[in-house]
């Protein structure tokens, strides 16, 4: 199924100078199936229109396109289609929850609103692995607030340290932001110990599902937490649209951040008052293609099975850890049991920045840099490493191609 | 025209439209006894509609509306007002869930008129998508000022 | 050459019922020509990868996309790729600025934010004709940092009602937005005028250019704007795009809103750098695929001109104002000279969403309702009216079968 | 190994990226004189140079740095320490120019040796325009430590 599948992506036949594309940068992006593209073309040949706001035909079509995604993704994550939000990534829908809390604590959203409020006296908490995304507007709220900004370290196998997780996450604590799966060390977090203990202290949850959702099986309602982000084009949908969901009556009692068209119930010259979830997040036109693109996406990963794909990548995660074993000179960051397809290594003597050309030079894409992650880099005491990240379409040959141009770097470069 | 068209607009429906049963001067602050009253406001639109009810110590029971918007929202309001002139709270209930399901039935449902009386006619709204919310506008605040009455009755 | 070009558009090929369409919904969303729907498949299919962020070959050349994109608009609207900040629609554009003022107020972005800063002695204006967008996010500022609200009143005939300017725009104003062009009544405001008193008094300008952008040539450079808006989806773009225009000083001392990867210099677990504009304003995975969509679909208007467009929709906003006149009980609302081809009106005892549906069934695609600006309908003492908005691809028959439509609403609701 | 790589990483290249002329201990506060120093980073990397340029009466300069990156930001960081030992204030500006002018040029001009001496062995970086911020990385320092320098003189 896994190697039929594979020609369902018409970019994987890309060649790069004389080799075969080996894409191995699903964690920054997926690549996208031939049905999602089509989408594309069939949207806006057939029922582009505007949503939400007109009687006439073309616009019914793209307002049940739009909402049908809704729909999909409840499928996908769980919950209903009311607790889904369209927005433009998952930075986006991190940025509503901590700006959201941030205005309920300069008094907006009224009384309903009063739950979020956040003061000096109170503390939010992170981890050491998170994604700048899970990180920055966090660093913001506290700023904003005079909250305190705590986090969770990691181990030196690249697991989060719960050692001191009571007193980390304690009494003072209103929101508790982690990842569930780490975009550098792909480590899987034990996402329902860390909510248990912000359910001890009443604190928030707040789930960045980035890099789980694409991966594995996931409910958000199973896992109970409050919030959670992800995006779509890490999900073989679109460029352009992410999601946040959340618990009805928190999304109902957040204020919304952006403001404008088609969020208001009514508006005067003088205030306005907003509708509730998820429209009350969804500000101005929407990205109804995108929405359709996902749904079809949405659709292509249910029928594969996302068991499937798990096992899938947890068998190419094998291949490539065992083979960069057997190079000499290259460490991969972290160590983790529970994982996915996401390596991240450092070869001795030569930049990130270097291996990552010479990879690209034998048709392996890969990503190089801090990967939105300095402070985890900073704790591993590197700025930057080389990261190959799978997916569904990728194969052994994918992998093989990595390492044997990787046990050839140090060398190209004089290293050895 | 389309047949569509014509479900949608049927003839009762635009008789309801002009001669509006129910829409009345409200009571407001004035209303004494069991009562409730309710503002729903469709924001695609701006139609908006304002509704009373009150119950009399035999379940029976009045409804009273103004409102401005569509000639589906209009019309619906106009029939259970009617409706309601006509049947217990207990029934109303009953046809409530009926208009609500027929609503929702794109078209698969055919209005059962012993039950629905003239909001059978509304059948073909539910093939026009954008429209349904028109159509329940006013059964919506009629759902949320009915439980105020019976909330103030048991008081 | 436009009777050619509607070929390009195959969305217009489709029949509604027995009836052709007729799309007069531009206002809210443009239909696409096939070359901007291609230019998915295109980068799909040959060059998808997360930008700004790898070495590898697929990176590269949708990097190159994606700032291309920025030239492009540059070229459009005048100065350089660096002033052109994506944006997820128009709305988040407006918002940019209006939280970012915000943020700059409550002590976020140091000593170059200061000249931001609002307080209880200042005023905002706004005109009375704004779009929700350019009016909630105003509002949402003016309770944040208490300054007071004030707004242009708008005359019988649909124009900006300037006699109490100087009073209304003076040394209180921090910021004075308005729209260049009424997306209800199609009139194009004074903008020199209103930017001349802005520059007395020394306020901020912010001109919402959804609606000129699209049908006029457009100079943000010569018309003086500190900041602008638009949205891709209105030009022949895709769904999930807009973009923010900016003076470079001002973008880069503006405090950024949305924030996490992409944005950032230096990122420890205490505090982070942004950088400058623009992708100090652009943070998480960018919306690439539909810059590329963009891009050509700003070639495509450069090719047609905007100039020739502008008349063009001058000669159809005269068949339908010519047309409406004669129809019985219909109304247009305004009658402002300086026009684009948007005419929106009343039918005499026929609600607006009945009018449309009406339309809906001849084939005749309208927008029914406020078109977001309950308060400007308020102002005509009407709370929806119905909008035909006409664009390149529309022609005199499009219209006919509108006013042929119209002339028969009233008689079949019985309204004559 | 394609021919564009090959281009990229020159032996020159390479040869710079690990004997480095100038990365020395920084003077820091302890400068004296006409003097200044840059901070740069490449936010996409994380790569960072700290660069100090020390002004002699003569026009003659000193160029020394400190910094962490790959093999291409850290060879020019080299290679322009190594034309600034060699050459006068004047000379570096428009060596400078000519830099920026052949990593803007996307492989369509050839590196003058004459002027550029090791530094013409970048012409390769040109075709690879995520590589280019890496060879400039430097030269911004160096520039805005050379105009503090200057500023500095001047007072
Ligand atoms: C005048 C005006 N301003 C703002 C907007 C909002 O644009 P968007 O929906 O792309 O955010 C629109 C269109 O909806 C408009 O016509
Ligand atoms: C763990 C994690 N969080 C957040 C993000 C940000 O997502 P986006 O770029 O779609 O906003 C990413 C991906 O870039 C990620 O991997």
Redesign the interface.
Known sequence: MFSRLRNDF??LD?R???SP?S?L?SG??S??PQC??DT??EY???????V?????????MA??AFEAGREGVANLVGGTPEQVVW??????A??IVA?GIDRAS?G?GGEAAKRFGLGPEDSIVVT?ME???????W??LA??TGAQ?R?IPVTDTGELDLSDLESIVDETTKVFAFTHVSNVLGTINPVQRLVGRARAVDSLVVLDACQSVPHMPVSFVDLDVDFAAF?A?KALG?????SLWGKSDLLNSLPP??????M?????????RF?DAPQRFE????????VAAFTTAVNYLAEVGLDKIFDHERQLAAVLLDGIANIPGVTVLGAAEERIGTVAFDVAG?????V??????QG?????????A??L??RFGV??TTRASTYLYNNTEDCEQLLTALAEVRS???AE | MSTQMQQLYQQVILDHSRSRIGNADLLGDAATGAHGSSHQ?N??CGDEIELETELAGDGGLTVRWSGDGCSISMASASVLSELAGDTTVADMFVIEAKFHELMHSRGTLEGEEEILGDAAAFSGVSK????IKCALLSWVAFKDALNQAQTSLEE
Chains 1, 3 share one sequence.
Not at chain 1, 44 to 50: G, L, P
Not at chain 1, 356 to 361: A, E, I, K, N, T
Request: hydrophobic share 35%; charged share 15%.
């Open positions: 018409p970019i890309t790069v100078g004389e594309l894409y940068d920054a992006t690549q996208k999602v593209i594309f073309t806006y040949s057939q029922r582009n229109a505007a939400h706001r007109g009687a006439h035909t073309l616009a019914v307002t049940d927005t433009k990534n998952a930075t986006e991190l940025n700006l300069h907006f050491e994604h700048h995304a899970n990180l920055v507007p660093q913001q700023e904003s900004l986090w995006s084009h679109p460029t352009g649209l992410g951040v952006l403001t404008g068209g088609s208001i119930t009514t508006v005067t010259m003088e205030e306005s509708m500000a101005g036109t929407q990205p109804v293609a995108e030569v930049h990130a920045h270097d990552g050309q010479y990879l690209d030079s392996v894409a890969v990503r190089v840099g801090h990967h939105c300095q402070p880099h900073r700025t930057a190209f470069f004089g | 406001i924001p695609t026009f998508p954008a429209r």
